[in-house]
């Protein structure tokens, strides 16, 4: 296996470190913060090694290439972007703890999604539409990297879905903005310019996200070992293991553990390190 070391100010004396310590047969720089270790021989301490140093580390086999793969799937909410949007409105609405609350929670896979999504919706019934605006414009921030990544998907030929849990306001903003081929998100109820406290239509969770990707896979033709899925909390897991190359972004600690690689330093980019 090769070994991708990679953060940010990662340097080639680390890597060299790092390729004594696995016994690595050599070391070529990738990206200026980035370093693959060829034929490294696996080991527990060179993750408890990167971890003490904020770097990620990465397992890859040598025969992964970007240009094979023929989807990317990721989440919106803490992964595509740096905020939750519905933590967001809550502080507008004044529920913004309570909100909070329920989101970390369900994340980390304490609350069932669906359930812990109507009772957040609930509390932002009587916001008035022009907070959907507010947060858009003032609050919504790529991640680190999110371009760069989706540029690259564009060039090699990849389809690009947004499949979230959070709401199309957003999604289809960033659809028009970026590029991506397909949506799939939760519809806010809007009524006389305000929020009902309400969804509209089939409520997208985690089993429904997963369905989503394994359509757009289908219709692709595509195989799982050429799709890549991204996310960050419990609900995106379904989704994640429709995909070989499952990234767990900034990610809780249960699907880091579960994801095939983590990025908890690099930016969204550091997904193309990964790939010959």
């Keep these: ?18 390729a004594r310590l696995c016994g690595a047969g050599g070391v070529a720089a ?46 919106m909410d803490s992964t595509l972007i740096t905020i939750e949007c519905i933590d967001e409105l809550g502080a507008i609405a004044g529920r913004g703890a309570e909100i909070a609350a329920i989101t970390a929670r369900a994340m980390r896979g304490e609350l069932e999604f669906t359930e812990s999504l109507k009772r957040r919706v609930a509390l932002l019934e009587g916001v008035r539409e022009e907070a959907l605006v507010r947060v858009y414009r003032d609050k919504l921030r790529l991640s680190p990297g999110a371009e760069r ?46 929020l009902t406290g309400r969804l509209v239509g089939e409520i997208v969770n985690a089993r429904v996200k997963a ?7 289908r219709a692709l033709g595509a195989r799982r070992e050429q799709m890549i899925a991204i996310g960050d ?35 969204l980019d550091g997904v193309l390190n990964f790939f010959l």
């Excluded at 369905?211 to 896979?217: D, G, Q, T």
């Excluded at 900034?250 to 699907?255: E, G, L, N, Q, Y």
């Design 1 to 18: 296996m090769d070994l991708v070391l990679q953060g940010p100010g990662a340097s080639a004396a680390q890597a060299g470190e790092l």
């Design 30 to 75: 990738v990206a200026p913060d980035a370093f693959r270790l060829a034929a490294a021989r696996r080991s527990a301490e060179a993750a408890r090694w990167c971890a003490e140093r904020r770097l990620d580390c990465a397992w890859v086999s040598p025969s992964m290439r970007f240009a094979d793969m023929r989807l990317l799937a990721m989440d």
């Design 149 to 194: 990544l989706i540029g690259a998907c564009k060039a090699a030929g990849l389809k690009l879905m947004l499949v979230s849990g959070g709401f199309s306001y957003f999604t289809e903003r960033l659809r028009a903005r970026l590029g991506f081929d397909a949506v799939r998100s939760n519809e806010l109820e809007l009524r006389d310019g305000r």
């Design 211 to 217: 369905e989503a990707v394994r359509a757009a896979a």
């Design 233 to 267: 909390g419990a609900n995106d897991l379904p989704m994640m293991d429709e995909a070989a190359i499952s990234v767990a972004f900034r990610a809780k600690p249960i699907v880091r553990e579960f994801a095939a690689f983590a990025l908890d330093h690099s930016g």
